[in-house]
């Protein structure tokens, strides 16, 4: 069985309640069945119902249905990482459209900072499930498929540019969190000076932006 990843970047944030019950929801389409996606693979709709069901009843129901913020190589849900709760999954026809709340947690503000700075996030799936060719050169994925997460919230090109100026203006969400985030955020304001001064800045923008994630 491999670590299967699928990334949709069509989903809207919409905030809910005002106040101190005001809330912020991802909400769009996590899964698609019966079509071969741009990694060349294709879940058939009746595995993804199945596995849904199982992840509904074990997970969104209890609400233990978590996503992290960024790519994790790993099928593991790790908690120090969790940005958000699904908190419904639905089939509508072969789609699968979710609703997830973003959580106080450090990743959860962070992608709050993010979508307020205007930046495009979306959503990836992750799970396990072994992947069979099919005479069209397209990878099946197999009834053995299982979901770690419907959704991790995942970063266009333009996240790496709102984390820099973020890290730059001292932006509360950068060093909000502890020792541990001041000191890291230290590190990289000193980076990102070295890289400036170097003319290397632009080309090292993602990797910053990502070590900065895996360090907190």
Known sequence: MKLITEEISTVKFITEGKGAKKKMYIEG?????????RNGRMYPVGTLSKEVGRYNESFVKKGRALGELGHPDGPTVNLDRVSHKIVSLT??????????????????????SLIG???TLGVSSRGVGSLKE???????????????????????????????????EGKEWV???????????TITKKRINTLVDQG?????????????????
């Open 29 to 37: 389409v996590f899964l698609q069945g019966d079509i071969k996606n």
């Open 91 to 112: 089939q509508e026809g072969n789609n699968f459209k979710g609703k997830a709340q973003l959580l106080d947690t450090p990743m959860g503000k962070i992608a709050k």
């Open 200 to 216: 290397r800045l632009e080309e090292h923008k993602l990797g910053l932006f990502t070590n900065f994630l895996s360090n907190l």
């Open 134 to 168: 099919d005479r069209n050169g397209c990878k099946v994925v197999g009834e053995d498929f299982m979901l770690a997460t419907a959704a991790d919230i995942v970063a266009d090109p333009s996240a790496p540019d709102a984390f820099v100026s973020g890290i730059m």
């Open 117 to 119: 700075e205007g930046v």
């Open 175 to 185: 060093w909000e969190g502890g020792i541990l985030r001041e000191h890291q955020a």
